[in-house]
């Protein structure tokens, strides 16, 4: 996925498919199982160059991402780049390395849920 794509459409929050939403939201509250739920039971979660494969290793990453760092998250922009890709840019603030990133969240639905989350720069 890439956001240099020509077809690409800006959309807002609200044009966000709801999987998504749920996942940012809930992770940005520490709601591990709302942010579990919203991928599918196959997903891939690529995030500091590593993969936490199926609901097990992201349920782990979920829960070792949570409490790491304390940090606040805006949203800034999302565009879609096709029915099923999305990239989300997120603006964080906290504790971490560097105090301050624009990440990118880039995923991929399937069957209603998130089955590709690749988290960078």
Do not use: K
């Not at 999987?19 to 992770?27: E, G, K, N, R, S």
């Not at 494969?53 to 979920?62: D, P, Y």
């Not at 999305?86 to 995923?107: K, N, T």
């Amino acid at each position: 996925m890439t956001t240099e794509n020509s077809e690409a459409t800006v959309i807002g929050w609200d044009e966000l498919p709801e999987p998504i939403t749920t996942y940012l939201v809930a992770h940005a509250g520490r709601d591990t199982g709302g942010a579990l739920a919203a991928f599918t039971t196959h997903a891939v979660v690529t995030d500091e160059g590593c993969d936490h494969r199926g609901r097990a290793e992201i349920e782990a990453w979920l829960n070792s991402s949570a409490g790491a760092y304390s940090y606040t998250t805006e949203f800034t922009g999302a565009n879609a780049l096709d029915t099923t890709s999305f990239d989300v840019v997120q603006h964080l603030e906290g504790d971490f390395p560097g105090g301050v990133a624009d990440l990118h969240y880039r995923c991929t639905l399937e069957g209603g849920r998130i089955s590709r989350l690749v988290i960078e720069p």
